[in-house]
């Protein structure tokens, strides 16, 4: 074997410069032996001299040998070879084929002054079928014989999802109304009381004019009565939604003549102001 004359803290330029001047004194003279070069998991390069019934294992350990010097080559090392063998194998680079402990380089037809590689043997831990089973039932229940028992049925508790939802809309609505009535008395309460009534109130009594304006059109239109009273509670008095809604779902419009007399519409406009009126004071005695 071509054993490298360097110290034990070499580093792997050094193992590989070495090895190639090993290598070609090697080549100068013909041998009945295959001059093999052996490439370690991180880079490092040795040139081994082995006879052509040289084993796969015993090419392990004569590279082995080789890197022993530089340990820091290989991801495992230890002082003891046989240890060694079992934690890599031989890749032929020619044919990219695993070279098996038990061929000999004679059997495969190894030429002289191949390459192979060192590399790490991947160990593929199979599990037992002892391993893969689980718990019985008699296990399960020992290991959990502390914990309580629940009884909750989680299908009924998915049905009852929607009254819980109303349950939190009445909530809320309860609370804006104690604040809101928490809030008018700090209100009235204040300096200021008198002109923000009178504020209110003249907003009360613009949206009731705009809200009659919005009536007397939409009848001009030709659209029902009872038809306009639910678009303008569908869409919150919002005219030109109301409209949209209208003439979407009103099928018995009928256009008035335009020679139409204006009481009839004035006569129309008092009944709905009127029916308003009755409404927010059944409201406000209902308050």
């Not at 070069?37 to 090419?59: A, D, H, K, M, N």
């Not at 718990?135 to 508790?157: D, F, G």
Request: hydrophobic letters at 35%; proline letters at 3%.
């Amino acid at each position: 074997n071509a054993h490298l004359d360097r110290p034990g803290t070499s580093s792997a330029s050094d193992c590989t410069l070495s090895t190639e001047e090993g290598c070609y004194g090697q080549r100068s003279g013909r041998r009945s032996t295959l001059l093999l070069r052996i490439i370690s998991p991180r880079g490092g390069i040795v040139c081994v001299e082995v006879p052509q019934e040289c084993s796969g294992s015993q090419l392990k350990i004569h590279a082995l040998e080789q890197f022993a010097s530089c340990s820091f080559s290989l991801p495992h090392f230890s002082s003891d070879i046989d240890q060694l063998v079992g934690k890599y194998k031989l890749i032929r680079a020619r044919n990219r084929t695993t070279f098996q402990d038990d061929d000999t380089l004679l059997k495969l037809g190894v030429r002289n002054e191949e390459e192979f590689l060192l590399v790490v043997r991947r160990t593929d831990f199979i599990p037992t079928e002892e391993n893969l089973k689980g718990p019985t039932i008699a296990e399960v229940l020992a290991a959990t014989k502390h914990i309580p028992l629940s009884r909750t049925n989680q299908s009924t508790t998915n049905s009852n999802v929607g009254m819980l939802q109303t349950d939190l809309q009445q909530d809320l609505r309860r609370i804006l109304i104690s604040l809101a009535r928490a809030s008018a008395f700090v209100i009235g309460s204040g300096c200021c009381a008198e002109k923000l009534i009178a504020l209110f109130n003249q907003r009360l009594v613009n949206r009731r004019r705009h809200q009659v304006r919005s009536i007397e059109t939409l009848l001009e239109m030709g659209f029902s009565l009872d038809k306009i009273h639910q678009a303008m509670e569908i869409t919150k008095n919002v005219f030109p939604a109301a409209l949209d809604w209208l003439i979407q779902n009103d099928s018995s419009v009928k256009l008035l003549n335009c020679d139409t007399p204006a009481k009839t519409i004035q006569t129309t406009t008092l009944l709905v102001a009127g029916s308003n009126d009755g409404n927010e004071a059944s409201t406000s005695a209902g308050d």
